[in-house]
């Protein structure tokens, strides 16, 4: 059975169609790279994944049901803008993660922080940017969950964060469960992936392996983006 599973899924916004019939499976334990210029749709699969959106039309399964509460409980989201109180310290942070979430791990979001040197008396706001985007990913891969959504886990932080981005998430997800990971940058983590879905202008122009797609194509999953949408 798939983990998840979108069914002609359609979204319209003032009668202007976000999303044209979107059909698309993500199999256990795959990392899979939803792969698009911005403005290309991405964020709007993910919120109706999270249930933050309705679909116009179509229907979205995780676990072969509808998505509600029961899936809420078993997907962690990484939103591409943080939602935490800057104020809030680092170790606030984890405790108020563990207080919301019965899967939370604290023992290893800790182990994390320090692997990572993030300070855990620090407020929030006087963090670096890669050491808050950082702390966002600990909190969100040290749930138990069967599905980690990351929306643009590497906005805005420097190549050396990352790839310790890339390595933590690599890492650290619970076994037998997938990643969704939303970006355009593509050369940054297409090391990474298992499966590649290209979305362009709200339809899905590819999706399929990414070995299978380079021995195809003869180059990188990110030279085949260039060349099919001429970036």
Known sequence: MSLLELKNVTKTFDKKKILDNVSLTVAPGRIVGLLGKNGAGKTTVIKLINDLLTPTSGEILFNGKPIGPLSKAQISFLPEASCLEPRLQVNQAVRMYADFYADFDADKANALLDKHGIPQESTLNKLSKGMGEKLRLILVMSRNAKLYILDEPLG????????EILDTILHNFAEGASVLLSTHLIAD?????????????????????????????????????RRMFKC
Do not use: H, N, Y
Request: aromatic share 4%; with cysteine.
């Open 189 to 225: 983590i297409e090391r990474i992936l298992d499966d590649v879905v290209f979305i362009d202008d709200g339809k899905i122009a590819l999706a399929e392996p990414a070995d299978t797609l380079r021995d195809r194509e003869g180059c990188s999953v990110d030279q085949t983006f």
């Open 156 to 163: 805005g932080v420097d190549p050396a964060t990352r790839d």
